[in-house]
DNA sequence: TGTGATAATAAGGTTAGCCATAACATTTTT
DNA sequence: AAAAATGTTATGGCTAACCTTATTATCACA
C-alpha cells in the first residue's frame, strides 16, 4: 500500500513528535525546538506531513500523529532503540552516545534488516536508555512511572528510564549515576524551581528540574 | 582537518569511481550508468567533486581519485565491507541482498562505530564477495586474480570475488554456484562475445561474457 | 477587555542533486 | 578525411528542506 519510503527529515519530525508526547499534541515550537529549526521551517514542514495525512495540525493547538504518522513513527522508534541495543551491548558504545549514533543508522535500515536485528538481538524489550521497543505491528507498552521532578521530597524511588536525546545531557546524567535500574532518594527540593538534591549510590547530588524531567521513575 | 562529513551521494560517486577502477581513470559515461544518473548530472557532480580537490577529471579521458579522494573512497569501502559481514554473518542475511543494505548503512556510520565494529568482527580481511576491506588507514592488498571472462578454456580456477554489485545479478550468480571460494571450470567459450560453459559444482552452467566480467578468479 | 506573548503565514531566498534539450568538442571508425 | 559515436557544456527547470524578515491571527492573562 502505503510503503514508499519517506524522507529522513519525515522519519525525524514524526519519531520527535511521539518522543515529546505520544498520546497528546505537540505545539509546533517544541517540534522547532526539538529538531533544531525555525518556527517557520517547522511549520512548512508539518505542513507537508498533514498533506500526506501523516499527522493532523490543529492552528494554535498542536500537531498530533494521524494513525498512518503512529505507525511510522513507532518503525522509526523500533529500528533507533534496536540499533541502540546493538552498539550498546554488542559494540560497547559508551552509553551516552549510543542514542546518536543510532538515530543516524534507524533511516537507513531495511525492514528486513530491522527484523533480523531483532531476532539477533533475542528481541529485547527495552533500549539503553529504558525506553521500550515497539513490537514489529507498532505496539508496545507505555512506561508507567512519573517524572523525577514531580516527586515528593523524602521519597525513594527506581529510576525506570531516561528521555533524554542529547549527548551532553545524557552523559551529565550518566556522570551522577542517574542511570536505568538505579535507585534514588530525593534529599531536598528547593523552593522556586530550584534543583533537587538527590542521594544517589550513597552520594549526594544536585539536579535541575529541567534535567529531573527527563528522568521516569517508579517509586520503590 | 579536512573532515566535514561528505553526502551520501559524495560518498556513492566516490565508491563508485573506486569499485569502477581503483587504479586507471573511469569514464564519467560509467560512473553515470553506475549512479543511474544521466551524464549530465555525472558530470556537474564530477565537476564540483573536482572543486573539493576530490577527483581530478581530464575532459575525454576519464576521472581519476586524487589522495583525498581515495582515501574517502576506501573509508566507504571499509565500512561496506564491515556491514556486509555483520548482516551475512551475524543477521544470517541472504548474501545475494547483503551488498545493497550495507550501502544504505555505510553512509549512516561514525567512525566511532565503524571501529567497534571492525572489533566486534574480528577485524576481518575480506567482505562476503570475497573483496578485500581496507584498514582504518585506507590501505588493502589488491586481489591477484585475473577476470573469469579472460580465462581459457580447460583451465581450472578458484572464484576470489564477485564485483557485482546489482542484488538481480547477485541473485543470478548464487544461484548458479559462482561465489567466493569455489572451484570451476571453462568447458567452452562460444565464439563473437558468446557465452561460456563452465562446470561448476558437476554441473554444467552457461554464463554470458558480460556476467563473467564480474567474477575474479585464479588458476588452480 | 485590551494587550502582550505566542503561533501561523506570506514572501522571497538558498543549496544540493537531480532532470531534459540543445550545442559543441573530441575521439573513433569507416 | 569525413562521418558517426561519444563526451562535455550551456541553459533552463524542478524538488525538498532549510533560511530571514515582515505581517497577521489567536490565546492568555492582567
Ligand atoms: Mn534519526
Ligand atoms: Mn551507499
Ligand atoms: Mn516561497
Ligand atoms: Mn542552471
Redesign the pocket.
Known amino acids: 500500500m502505503n510503503s514508499k519510503p519517506m524522507?529522513e527529515?519525515?522519519e525525524?519530525y514524526l519519531k520527535a513528535i511521539a518522543e515529546l508526547d505520544d498520546r497528546n499534541s505537540v505545539?509546533?515550537?517544541r517540534l522547532a525546538e526539538r529538531?533544531?529549526?525555525?518556527?517557520?521551517?517547522a511549520?512548512?514542514?508539518v505542513?507537508?506531513l498533514g498533506e500526506q495525512g501523516l499527522v493532523l495540525?490543529k492552528?494554535?493547538?498542536?500537531v498530533t500523529l494521524t494513525k498512518k504518522g503512529r505507525g511510522v513513527a513507532s518503525n522509526v522508534l523500533r529500528r533507533q532503540r534496536l540499533w541502540e541495543r546493538f552498539l550498546h551491548d554488542h559494540l560497547k558504545i559508551e552509553w551516552a552516545q549510543v542514542y546518536d549514533y543510532a538515530c543516524s543508522l534507524e533511516h537507513a535500515t531495511a525492514p528486513e534488516v530491522t527484523e533480523a536485528l531483532a531476532v539477533f538481538l533475542g528481541h529485547p524489550e527495552i533500549c539503553p536508555r529504558g525506553n521500550p521497543i515497539p513490537a514489529e505491528d507498532g505496539s508496545f507498552e507505555p512506561l508507567d512511572g512519573i517524572l523525577l521532578s514531580e516527586v515528593e521530597v523524602g521519597t525513594a524511588v527506581r529510576v525506570l528510564a531516561v528521555n533524554a536525546t542529547a549527548t551532553d545531557v545524557l552523559k551529565y546524567l550518566q556522570e551522577r549515576n542517574i542511570l536505568p535500574g538505579r535507585e534514588l532518594e530525593i534529599v531536598e527540593a528547593a523552593p522556586m524551581q530550584g534543583p533537587l538534591t538527590l542521594r544517589v549510590e550513597k552520594k549526594e547530588v544536585a539536579l535541575g528540574l529541567s534535567l529531573a524531567k527527563f528522568v521516569i521513575v517508579e517509586p520503590i
Chains 1, 2 share one sequence.
Open positions: 524522507s527529515s519525515t525525524m505545539a509546533v515550537a529538531l533544531s529549526v525555525t518556527n517557520v521551517s511549520n512548512e514542514m505542513r507537508r495540525h492552528p494554535y493547538k498542536g
